[in-house]
T-cell receptor, first 113, second 116 residues
């Protein structure tokens, strides 16, 4: 079993819809949870990060972490064509030093105008 | 805006040949990472440097891969000999690791390697 599971199935939604993405994990030591966005032929860029359990909102994006269920989610409200990208979840026990980021496989999201 | 630079952007090489990738991190970033991202997968860490020292190379296939960051600035990742299974995107990232400004990893555009 991989440390981080993310169903890699592509997701197509109409513009304005809510996009819901999620990951599960098995390592109880994970404390920092991140979502990266990766456009085609580009490197990933950090979208949001959350420490421990709870919700975090940034504009149209909301990240949720439920450590008791080992489950994290990303919601994109009022989706735009510019949100079309691959979204990767990532997590680690700490932020620096020998704390390797474990990534999910990524979800390709296509927002149709 | 400062960015992580990588070259080349694309590389096609034949099996058993040697190949090298270069990365120039954001100025002042002490931590540098090399990741491999196979198509349809998330990035996997190959090696992490703190200045010129290796922090983590546990996932680096040392029989064919080597990495160096001699002066603690730019870095080179080498594969010799290349194998078909090495076809992937090789990403470099850097971070400042400051309690004031944060620990975000900034990724470069990657080098797409195809081994034929």
């Amino acid at each position: 079993q991989k440390e981080v599971e993310q169903d890699p199935g592509p997701l197509s939604v109409p513009e304005g819809a809510i996009v819901s993405l999620n990951c599960t994990y098995s390592n109880s030591a994970f404390q920092y949870f991140m979502w990266y966005r990766q456009y085609s032929r580009k490197g990933p860029e950090l979208l949001m990060y959350t420490y421990s359990s709870g919700n975090k909102e940034d504009g149209r994006f909301t990240a949720q972490v439920d450590k008791s269920s080992k489950y994290i989610s990303l919601f994109i409200r009022d989706s735009q064509p510019s949100d079309s990208a691959t979204y990767l979840c990532a997590m680690s026990p700490g932020l620096y030093g020998n704390n390797r980021l474990a990534f999910g496989k990524g979800n390709q999201v296509v927002v149709i105008p | 805006e400062a960015e992580v630079a990588q070259s080349p952007r694309y590389k096609i090489t034949e099996k058993s040949q040697a190949v090298a990738f270069w990365c120039d991190p954001i100025s002042g970033h002490a931590t540098l990472y090399w990741y491999r991202q196979i198509l349809g997968q998330g990035p996997e860490l190959l090696v992490q440097f703190q200045d010129e020292s290796v922090v983590d190379d546990s996932q680096l296939p040392k029989d064919r891969f080597s990495a160096e960051r001699l002066k603690g600035v730019d870095s080179t990742l080498k594969i010799q000999p290349a194998e078909l299974g090495d076809s992937a995107m090789y990403l470099c990232a850097s971070s400042l690791d400051s309690p004031i400004t944060g620990y975000e990893q900034y990724f470069g555009p990657g080098t797409r390697l195809t081994v034929t």
